[in-house]
């Protein structure tokens, strides 16, 4: 029970260091009210530092030790919880370091990159930083959910989630990570890393490292339960959700104009009136600004701190569903009737599927 309370402690510890980086750059910090982008970024600028993120940082790989300690002692049940914590672990570390692609993490581009690389790519086998920038900021941004060019919709598109797909390849495709194609795929990709460029030895022992250290540190089940079982099968499945509530993939409106324009017509907003759905969402598989997805695509340089603020101040999108499977919103059935709806049509020139972090 000793260990157990010290896993307990270990968790609470972890949560306790994030919880610095959040009152840093809170904007009720000083009773500001950001009313607009200016002001948003006014703000983002004098509070970017060097020192909260790491912080940030460490907190969830504590809490994950903690976890750890859950998953030995913890009996059959903290064998679970590990798992799905892991997952939910690995889900914030990737948007933290998705805003370290973007920029916005600390203040030097070179400490994003390196920040993003130890602490989130290495250890779990996630493609390098600058390779993951180019596929989202320079190729996915630009042309969410355009056909031939998004490497997002192209992965939609190679789990079978095309116009004209059966209901059964539908529902395939919603968990395509948990199928054995999926999981495949999941192990292909952590294997395809030695091709990668830079540090690609280093690069595709991380998991391995990391495997063995909670091994030999911790056990067997830990390392089971809390790792190599999230990294493979839930933490992608939970990506893939993530993935599929950003954007209106199957029938964007085709909008131009300036970009909160464009990305109205092409984005949704998930659980808009309900707060606890929403809340629930935040800390598990949309963390760090993931729910406020149309704010970050219409001002990908913003801090997921502020993007609740900022969405206040725009207008969109129109499609705000409550409910991502069950109701006629539903995002789910959203996208099954848009898939239905024009057999054959609109999948254009498919771009190569890549193995995203």
């Known amino acids: 029970m000793g260990a157990l309370s010290a896993g307990l402690v270990a968790i609470v510890a972890g949560i306790a260091l994030r919880q610095v980086d959040r009152w840093w750059f809170s904007p009720a910090r000083g009773r500001h009210t950001p009313d607009s982008l200016r002001a948003v970024m006014r703000l983002q600028r004098e509070r970017l530092n060097d020192v909260t993120p790491v912080l940030l940082l460490l907190g969830h790989w504590v809490e994950f030790a903690g976890w750890c300690a859950v998953a030995v002692h913890g009996g059959p049940w903290g064998c679970v919880l590990a798992a799905f914590a892991g997952a939910a672990k690995f889900r914030h570390l990737q948007e933290v370091s998705h805003f370290a692609v973007h920029g916005v993490l600390v203040r030097?581009?070179?400490?994003?990159?390196?920040?993003?690389?130890?602490?989130?790519?290495?250890?779990?086998?996630?493609?390098?930083?600058?390779?993951?920038?180019?596929?989202?900021?320079?190729?996915?941004?630009?042309?969410?959910?355009?056909?031939?060019?998004?490497?997002?919709?192209?992965?939609?598109?190679?789990?079978?989630?095309?116009?004209?797909?059966?209901?059964?390849?539908?529902?395939?495709g919603m968990v395509h990570p948990l199928t054995p194609s999926g999981a495949y795929g999941t192990v292909r990709g952590l294997a395809a890393l030695v091709r990668e460029p830079g540090a690609r030895r280093l690069r595709i022992a991380g998991p391995?490292?990391?495997?063995?250290?909670?091994?030999?540190?911790?056990?067997?089940?830990?390392?089971?339960?809390?790792?190599?079982?999230?990294?493979?099968?839930?933490?992608?499945?939970?990506?893939?959700?993530?993935?599929l509530v950003e954007h209106r993939w199957f029938d964007p409106e085709r909008v131009t104009g300036p970009p909160v324009a464009v990305e109205a017509g092409r984005c949704l907003r998930l659980y808009p009136?309900?707060?606890?759905?929403?809340?629930?969402?935040?800390?598990?598989?949309?963390?760090?600004?993931?729910?406020?997805?149309?704010?970050?695509?219409?001002?990908?340089?913003?801090?997921?701190?502020?993007?609740?603020?900022?969405?206040?101040?725009?207008?969109?999108?129109?499609?705000?569903?409550?409910?991502?499977l069950l109701g006629e919103s539903a995002v789910l059935r959203h996208h099954r009737r848009a898939l239905a709806a024009a057999p054959g049509t609109g999948t254009g020139r498919v771009a190569p599927a890549h193995q995203e972090a």
């Open 108 to 172: 030097g581009g070179r400490l994003n990159t390196l920040l993003a690389e130890v602490a989130v790519h290495l250890p779990l086998g996630f493609v390098p930083v600058p390779v993951r920038r180019r596929r989202h900021v320079r190729e996915h941004h630009p042309n969410a959910t355009v056909a031939g060019a998004d490497p997002n919709l192209a992965e939609l598109h190679a789990a079978g989630l095309r116009p004209g797909a059966t209901t059964a390849r539908c529902l395939r």
């Open 208 to 243: 391995m490292v990391v495997t063995a250290a909670v091994a030999t540190l911790c056990s067997w089940e830990a390392a089971v339960f809390a790792f190599v079982l999230p990294r493979v099968l839930l933490y992608p499945q939970l990506a893939w959700m993530s993935l």
């Open 273 to 324: 009136r309900n707060t606890l759905l929403a809340l629930l969402a935040r800390s598990t598989w949309l963390p760090y600004g993931d729910l406020y997805h149309f704010a970050h695509s219409a001002h990908p340089a913003v801090r997921w701190n502020y993007l609740p603020a900022l969405e206040r101040t725009l207008h969109g999108p129109a499609y705000r569903p409550t409910a991502l």
